[in-house]
């Protein structure tokens, strides 16, 4: 492979070679801890489900040497932010990746910073690096949001009490809802009807059960679970949950806490800045330290334009689901 630099490109997804994409993700983590686990994800319907988004595609930056080998990529797909009454458009990085015979020569920042230099005024760019790359983010001008934190135990068994049904799509009450649920003071990722069944229905990615708690009035709170094996474990993994009041939270997670039953799934994690941590501990689950944590996730974020930078500056409600790996 030729390292000599050729150009660094931003091009829309619907442009790029999802078989070449693979590659260089393969490539690049096959010696990491838990590539064995990467490779379920890198594959070509992976790529293409998260970069083909109802918002639009997402950009890709590529760099390439003068034989147009692909040598390093970073991507970023679009999302509805929300804080307040006020939406502005997001774009989430992901898939930082450089070949082993491009490393030392600067192309990460050089791909971060294409990605960066393509935002719109009032746009932001986000992302969860991890804890190696969060310096490096920080030095090219991205400010650290918030950090989730792991919870684990092994929820109640009850039936709730209240109207819980599994659904196989969110309707149009969804974006009713999703007004509803955005914490005073807060950021985070517009719950639209649209953005989650992207999320969880899709085909290209059959791994999640979603519940609603829902009454004559209407919608007040959903969750989404799904099951993973880590090191021959099984476990549930919620990927988030949100409700207008925690009674309903409560019943949500009581629900799962029977569906862990029905799948064999005896502890639950879950990742989340939305839930208090006396109402987790109150429904079984710990802060897991985070030493042991497997993937620490930071929130990290770029802002252009003076509204954008006002929404940056917030704190911002997340969970596992933002995290586009699981």
């Known amino acids: 492979m030729n390292e000599t630099l050729f150009s660094i490109d931003v091009v829309d997804a619907v442009k790029v070679d999802y078989g070449e994409i693979v590659r ?17 994800t890198q594959v070509a319907d992976y790529y ?30 679009p999302l509805a932010l929300i804080q307040g009454n006020k939406t502005l458009l997001g774009w989430q990085a992901c898939d930082s990746a450089t070949h082993p015979s491009a490393r030392g020569k600067g192309l990460f920042y050089k791909c971060i910073l294409a990605i960066s230099a393509s935002l719109e005024n009032n746009e932001i760019c986000f992302g969860y690096p991890n804890i190696n790359a969060a310096p490096a983010y920080h030095k090219l001008g991205w400010k650290k949001i918030a950090s989730q934190r792991l919870f684990a135990g092994i929820l109640p068994c009850r039936s709730p009490r209240f109207a819980i049904n599994r ?51 209407g919608c007040h709170g959903f969750i989404v679970v799904r099951p993973v094996t880590m090191r021959g474990f099984r476990f549930a993994l919620i990927m988030e949950c949100f409700a207008t009041l925690p009674a309903v939270e409560k019943e949500l997670f ?45 929130l990290m974020g770029n802002a252009k334009g003076s509204e954008a930078e006002a929404v940056i500056n917030q704190p911002w409600a997340c969970t596992g689901g933002d995290w586009d790996g699981f």
Request: charged share 20%.
């Open 48 to 77: 293409q489900w998260k970069y083909e988004q109802p918002f639009g595609y997402a950009k890709v930056a590529q760099a390439r040497d003068k034989d147009r080998n692909l040598l390093a990529m970073n991507s970023a797909f």
């Open 24 to 40: 260089l993700q393969r490539k690049s983590f096959e010696a990491v801890t838990g590539s064995e686990e990467l490779n379920a």
């Open 254 to 298: 009581l629900h799962v806490g029977s569906w862990c039953r029905e799948h064999k799934c005896l502890f639950t994690l879950t990742l989340t800045t939305t839930s208090t941590v006396f109402g987790l501990l109150n429904r079984g689950l710990f802060p897991v330290p985070e030493k042991i944590m497997p993937r620490p996730l930071i």
């Open 167 to 217: 659904i196989e799509r969110f309707e149009t009450g969804q974006d009713d809802l999703a007004m509803r649920i955005v914490p005073a003071g807060k950021a985070m990722i517009l719950r639209s009807a649209i953005y989650l069944n992207h999320r969880y229905f899709s085909p290209l990615r059959p791994l999640y059960t979603s519940f609603i708690h829902e009454d004559h009035t």
